[in-house]
């Protein structure tokens, strides 16, 4: 694992139990703050230790969810070890996307590890996850057994020079 990446996770206490613990990992941090680097980084290790890990963002998991078959839906997201999940309720979603959301994190939810990578806070997802019963029920899923990483500061991509 990356150095930066290895420090922050050991300052949390995340290492790789959370894998062996069935937790989810979140990690909430401005644009730019490393937060794909970091879901990245601990999604590396547990393929190095020889976990199923997948990569996808918001946009692609709720693509996938409502033209794949339930089947394929489970082969792909809920089997893996580990799924991180990038640009988590950055923007609204539909009621229905929202319920196929929920089956996602029901089925993972004390099984398997999802990393949830995030600009928001986990309190401001319930708005864009439709303000309702549904939303509490894939907040709790979520976060009640969750590691929680905030980043903070400015962007880490380097700046355009202008001439």
């Known amino acids: 694992m990356p150095l930066l990446a290895e420090l922050t996770c050991r300052r949390s206490g995340i290492c790789s139990n959370y ?20 879901a990245n980084a601990l999604a590396s290790d547990a393929c190095r230790k020889l976990h199923k890990t997948l990569y996808c963002r918001m946009f692609e998991l709720i693509g996938d969810l409502k033209h794949l078959e339930t089947q394929r839906i489970k082969r792909r997201y809920i089997t893996p070890d580990v799924l991180v999940i990038d640009d988590f309720a950055n923007v609204k979603m539909s009621e229905e996307d929202a319920l196929q959301i929920f089956k996602v994190m029901e089925y993972r939810y004390g099984n398997k590890s999802t990393i949830i990578a995030s600009q928001l806070e986990p309190k401001e997802w319930h708005r864009n996850l439709g303000a309702s019963l549904l939303a509490d029920s894939i907040l709790d899923r979520i976060v009640s057994n969750s590691y929680k990483i905030i980043l903070s500061g400015d962007s880490l991509r380097p700046k355009e020079i202008k001439d």
């Open 19 to 38: 894998i062996n613990k069935a937790r989810n990992v979140v990690i909430v941090g401005a644009c730019g703050t490393g937060k794909t680097y970091i």
